[in-house]
């Protein structure tokens, strides 16, 4: 079991709150691990990564599908998806669909599609922890990699 401490950040208008983060490695075309802070957002259809994110692992960019994001406010940030290899700890890897945008000014995020359907994430607000856990075989073990 994966487990995140959340992170205290100050909020123009409500204070200090708690934001759930967690600390991922994603692979570049090499294999070689890259760590990531990202927020887990289950807000966030997709996960999503900033433009240095892409430069660090040597994607190019315009590689992965153009999609065009929205948020809250009704801006449309474009980026490209693309799957890439995520582990979370030892026992939780798995290939993830990421937005990848040509901004630096979007946060790097850990969003619904293709994490929270083969994932159990577990938001412990009294704790302030998140728990990203792989759900068990239908043998009762739990599954070492997951693939897409």
Known sequence: MATYPWVRRAHKYF???WVPMASIEL???SGQPHGVI???DSGAV?????????????????????VGLGGVGGGEVQAHVHVLS????DNV?????????????????????????RLSIHFDSVRKL???VLPRSRSGR???RASQ
């Open 93 to 117: 890897a798995l290939d993830l669909p990421f937005a990848i945008s040509a901004s630096e000014a979007v946060p790097n995020l850990l969003g619904r599609f293709g994490v929270f359907d």
């Open 46 to 66: 997709i996960s999503l990564l900033r433009r240095s994110v892409a430069d660090e692992l040597g994607l190019s960019l315009h590689n992965g599908q153009r």
């Open 142 to 144: 739990r599954r070492r």
């Open 130 to 132: 998140t728990r990203i």
């Open 38 to 40: 990202v927020q887990v």
């Open 15 to 17: 204070g200090p709150i």
């Open 27 to 29: 692979l570049d075309a």
């Open 86 to 89: 995520a582990r979370f700890d």
